[in-house]
């Protein structure tokens, strides 16, 4: 075992020959990785490596490279930038300047805006900074409730945020400070080596020497507290073979001060006097590092030292100083307690206020979401409600079209047999009695009559002749009997072949039915037609005109067209006598359109359904 101790000294003789170059390399390569980073990811990676080898090793350009961040934030106007440097400047103050006060509320701020942005590796090492100043601040203890639900709050998060980190810096700190709970205040040593274990699998991928000092520091540690001296001293060895070894205060601090604690326990390794040496060089190394902790601790293991020795007035005197810097960290306790209560109120106010805000948000959301049920279930009502009223309309409209249809049906029928009555009244009677007139008129003798007589019986009966043909002609008109024997095409042609028996003006016939029409609208269309035949030889003084039909499967469309003198649009709907065709029209459910031109003549439209 001595052997081993002996090995540990020269291999620190070794490590003070190479440590310069080494730790002039590691600064290099850090302080270039600032230079050549891009994106504020990297660069803010970058500056996180850079400070924390810095402040660790106590480098006298500490506060160069926070300048050189601030004027990147300046830059960049990035707030995770700005976090970065929040966090770096308050691990800065704490462990250089000794200020734990300003620094704790600057590590909260920080890990907010990293959580706002979802940046792993910044939230995870910012959680790791919280968990150090509360693991200092005795986070085990669960009679400080404002430790305890730090803990709960920063550090117990950081254990999820291991597997997501990429960065092996940050995931080796997260896990050694979890380590460090365990073992220190949790008094779970099996937990405790679990994860400073998982450290040193993670170690070999790390830029950072001291990370090595302090993962096998702490492997070295924990076997001593629970006896395993073999494991301990393999963990020292591994420790002082680390490049570096020598500068780091804090790691070989703490393995002297192990190494102390190992040869004043009971057993065959049992040397008080290399118990002394190496409590002395962890005195040492506690005043270097400046930190009332270490140098408590240091105090703390040379009265023990001291006292198993029994030189007691020594052990008093390093008693006496371990309690006055006790009360100097307890003084300083005491104020991060102040300033860690003033952020666990402002947090607690604001989780508070977020609560009362989801629950008002909650209540207005179910409020929304009873309105919507409710309108949808007097939407869905109505709209039943409106669909069996739209039905019941749509089956009573149809019901009252179908009675108009029978009932316009039986109007035509019965108009179409008073027609045809009528007409059989003016052929037999009417225009019976009329021909009787004319053969007893012919009858007369001229011979003995005068001349003024014979000339007013031969007007006499010019006019009963005339009048036959006119009742004969209007009895034929009110019924044709080509209408109802050979379709509406042989009766209108009949018309415009009896029409263009006049001299003055001729009518041309064209005509296109695809399809029967019904009696009814036979009747209407021919009416329709003979009256603006009518209005055409009355008014027009044309030369020419045209008839056209033409049917499809819904209608049927009526054209007649002059090259008359034509019709402003007051003397068609006027002075031609239209009323009565439009009336017809109408009553057919049809359309009537008249087109007066300059140009000579016009045109009249007529659309009926079929």
Known sequence: MIKKVLNICAILILALCNEPLTYAQSLKSLVEKVETAESVSEKSKAYINLLNFCIYARNSDTEKYLELLKKEIKSSSSEI??????????????????????????????SKVFKKYNVVDELAYSYSQIMLMTYWNRIGDTSNFNSSYLFKEYVLPSIDLIEQ????????????????????????????????????KNIHDSIFSYLKIVVYGSLAIVNSVIGDFDEMLKYVDKSEKVDLFHSDNYGKGNIYRSISKFYLAEGPQRNVDKSLYYAKEAMGCAYATKSNTYISLAYLRLYSTFKQMNIMDSALYYYEKHKKVEDIINREKFRLSLSQNEVIVKDIELKELSIEKLKAENYQNKLIRQTLLLSLIVGFIFTIWYYYNYKLIRNKNKLLEQKNKEIRSAYFDGKQEEQKRLASELHDNLNTKIAAMGWQLEAISKEKLNDRDKVILERVTQISRDLYNDVRLISHNIIPTELSSHGLEVAVQKLVNSLNSQDHLVFHFISNINKEISSNVNNEVYKILLELCNNVIKHSKASDAWISMISNEKQVTITVADNGVGATQDKTGEGIGLKSIT???????????????NNPGYLTEVIMPI
């Open 81 to 110: 930038m700005e976090a970065v440097y929040n966090m770096e400047s308050a691990y800065y103050e704490r462990e250089v300047l000794g200020n734990y006060e300003k620094s704790f509320p600057k590590l909260i701020e920080a």
């Open 165 to 200: 980190t990429k960065d092996s810096n940050v995931r080796i700190t997260v896990l050694l400070n979890i380590g460090s709970y365990y073992s220190a205040l949790a008094n779970n040593t099996d937990s405790a080596l679990l994860y400073y274990h998982e450290a040193e």
């Open 583 to 597: 009336s017809r029209v109408e009553s057919l459910n049809g359309f009537i359109r008249v087109v007066p031109n």
